[in-house]
């Protein structure tokens, strides 16, 4: 998969389940407070990046993912 | 303390209609809500009759990081319950400043623990199946989201009664008020509709399997009766004494003055006479009444060859010689199972409040024991303003409302 299918695939999965706009992911926003995370709806997002790509990140590698960007680096990695 | 016990607002997402207006023109239209489902039938089951029910889009109510706690049940209970708090007068910030408790029917979440337990299944990972999952696989999910949704800081409890689930709330909620242990009530019945929650139902070979006739399959006390139909939605009532409701000047639109309950200590799934007949003879001792002041009983019958018979018998019993107007609203709606005793606690309302009896759909003829009954097949125009209403379920579990007029 390129960085560009992973782009798009985590945008519209994203997009779906956190119910916003796909044009509010921008590489340097913080995925918290762009999807409105809390404690509980972080693990939908682990849980879709999962079913997704069948990536699972770990709590201990939570806080290396903050943004988007870093978000496609760890999936492209695991991949 | 002794108080009277009201009610001043009402809501309703049925299979009859998603407001209280179109809910009143299907009963006396005698609409029915029963559909043939081909997903069900695809799966294996032997009946593939059910209410249809829409499923609510609450998208722009409820943020996404709320809604995600809310199977379908607590979806149609939020949406009744907007309905009848809208009835009743109260906004969010009455709430706000005052302690208003909720009261709750439900006993099943099947779909959303199917659905959650799968997700670990195919992942092999308890987070796979989503924050969500935990609060939609509870039975008090409907009142934990609805206590969190509307701040709610009274009694905080789902009642699980199998079939007398909602009745049971509403009953609760009676006794609560009647004894100043709360001021103000949300009370009603809550029902998932989805095959997974009445697969194991229909395995039993319970359901009608008058397929080709969906409308004329839920037919209570006929004798051609061969089973029942599941519906399901929401049904919300609140409930007051009738002090607060004056003292904020709301309009109570009828009084609760009686519950009755049993239980039948017999089979788990047959009912016997001896309990629902308990049932009937305890609630118009609470409430102190003459059977000849009751103009109408909704009677619970599901239209079981067995539970139909049995009940006509109980209330044959009670009311001996005076042949008070029976109907079963499930000839219309199905079985709303847990929400069943709230739904038709509003039905009867509405029928009291319109002045006629809604003739109990596909009631043809008599069996033997349905006989020493006087269904009213046809809708009728009627005044009464009293009525009493039963409902009864698995393991011999009874509640009887007594509900009066209030003008």
Sequence with gaps: MTREEIIDQVKEVLAEEFEVEQDVMTDDAVIKDTLELDSLSLVDLVAVIEHTFKVKIPAADLPTVKTFAQLYDYIESHL | ?407
């Design chain 2, 1 to 407: 303390m002794n108080n009277r016990v009201v009610i001043t607002g009402m809501g309703i997402w049925s299979c009859l209609g998603y407001d209280l207006d179109t809910v009143r023109d299907a009963l006396y239209n005698g609409k029915s809500g029963i559909v043939f489902d081909q997903t069900r039938k695809d799966m294996g089951f032997r009946s593939a009759l059910t209410a249809f029910v829409e499923k609510p889009d609450l998208k722009k109510l409820i943020p996404r990081n709320q809604r995600q706690f809310m199977p379908e049940e607590a979806q149609y209970a939020y949406c009744s319950t907007r309905q009848a708090l809208d009835q009743a007068g109260i906004t969010q910030e009455f709430l706000d400043e005052h302690e208003v408790g909720i009261l709750f029917g439900n006993d099943s979440v099947a779909q959303a623990t199917y659905k959650a337990v799968s997700k670990i299944y195919e992942y092999k990972d308890t987070a796979a199946c989503g924050s969500g999952s935990i609060f939609q696989s509870m039975n008090s999910t409907v009142t934990m989201n609805l206590a969190t949704l509307f701040h709610l800081r009274g009694i905080n409890l789902t009642t699980s009664g199998a079939c007398a689930s909602g009745s049971h709330a509403l009953g609760l909620a009676y006794l609560l008020i009647k004894d100043g242990l709360q001021d103000c009530i949300i009370a009603g019945g809550a029902q998932e509709v989805n095959p997974e929650s009445v697969g194991s139902f229909d395995g039993i070979q319970a359901f009608s399997i008058r397929e080709d006739e969906p409308t004329k399959a839920s037919r209570p006390f006929d004798k051609n009766r061969d089973g029942l139909v599941p519906g399901g939605g929401a049904a919300t009532l609140i409930v007051e004494s009738l002090d607060h409701a004056l003292a904020r000047g709301a309009k109570p639109i009828a009084e609760i003055v009686g519950w009755g309950f049993s239980g039948n200590g017999d089979h788990i799934s047959t009912p016997n006479v001896a309990g629902p007949q308990r049932s009937l003879e305890l609630a118009l001792k609470s409430a102190g009444v003459d059977i000849h002041e009751i103009g109408y009983v909704n009677a619970h019958a599901t239209s079981t060859h067995a539970g139909d018979g049995r009940e006509a018998m109980a209330i044959a019993n009670v009311f001996g010689d005076y042949k008070v107007p029976v109907t079963s609203t499930k000839g219309q709606t199905g079985h709303e199972m847990w929400m069943a005793g709230a739904s038709e606690a509003i039905y009867s309302i509405l029928m009291m409040k319109n002045n006629f009896i809604a003739g109990s759909l596909n009631f043809e003829e008599p069996d033997e024991e349905t006989a020493c009954i006087n269904v009213v097949a046809k809708t009728q125009e009627a005044h009464f303003d009293m009525f009493l209403s039963n409902s009864f379920g698995f393991g011999g579990t009874n509640s009887t409302l007594i509900i009066k007029n209030f003008k």
